[in-house]
């Protein structure tokens, strides 16, 4: 049962373009949501989070909106640039500051110079 | 950020055989670290909380028997691997959660994982 979702294996972008990456979840008990980003042979390291409370976050290029009541949420990133190149992995928990997270199955973004 | 290690980063092995993979908070003390499995083209699937001075606590599925951990000291927690079959290849991460870092809520940080084949 995949709880998180990232229906999009893979997506290219030119460079400079923006990114959108999406994530669906089915349990109505989460409320704090994360987006990890992965390198080959690296563990994730985190990118940016929003808590239930908020339906929407900025980091500099980095932007997560929450939609609660489609229980969507996506990681816009503008403008991409190749260093971008990586996997994604939005991830839940049902409880804030409770540490168990569940991920979703990983989105690759390839930004094309 | 917390810096997070891993030993080994790839090891093959012969069915049958055990594996233990180290996992180390290089920062800090952490009384707590998780240790997660990833199959390919699958998510990071948690497999269990390691507990400094106490039990593992392992997710529904897992086989404590199978994978033993053992969370030594502060800075330390190993997953042994017994008798490791094919369809136990996998990647495996530790992580330290936030509060043992005291940095931040849930942004855990992950080791840059082990690659298990076994042959």
């Known amino acids: 049962d995949q709880q998180v979702k990232q229906n999009s294996p893979s997506l290219s972008v030119q460079e400079g373009r923006i990114s959108i990456l999406n994530c669906d979840y089915t349990?109505?008990?989460?409320?704090?949501f994360l987006w990890y980003k992965k390198y080959p042979a690296e563990g994730p390291t985190f990118l940016i989070s929003i808590s239930s409370i908020k339906d929407k976050n900025e980091d500099g290029r980095f932007t997560v909106f929450l939609n609660k009541s489609a229980k969507h949420l996506s990681l816009h990133i503008v403008p991409s640039q190749p260093g971008d190149s990586a996997v994604y992995f939005c991830?839940?928990?049902?409880?804030?500051?409770?540490?168990?997270?569940?991920f979703g199955t990983g989105t690759r973004l390839t930004i094309i110079p | 950020g917390a810096v997070v290690s891993q030993h080994p980063s790839r090891v093959i092995c012969k069915s049958g055989t055990s594996v233990k993979i180290e996992c180390r908070s290089l920062d800090f003390q952490a009384t707590t670290m998780f240790w997660y499995r990833q199959f390919p083209k699958q998510s990071l699937m948690l497999m269990a909380t390691?507990?400094?001075?106490?039990?593992?606590?392992?997710e529904q599925g897992v086989e404590k028997d199978k994978f033993l951990i053992n969370h030594a000291s502060l800075t330390l927690s190993t997953l042994t691997v017994t008798s490791a079959h094919p369809e136990d290849s996998s990647f495996y991460i530790c992580s330290v959660p936030p509060w043992t870092s005291g940095v931040g809520y849930n942004e855990q940080f992950f080791g840059p994982g082990t690659r298990l084949t076994v042959l």
């Open positions: 390691s507990n400094e001075g106490s039990k593992a606590t392992y």
């Open positions: 349990n109505s008990m989460f409320d704090y």
């Open positions: 991830a839940a928990s049902a409880d804030f500051g409770n540490e168990k997270l569940t």
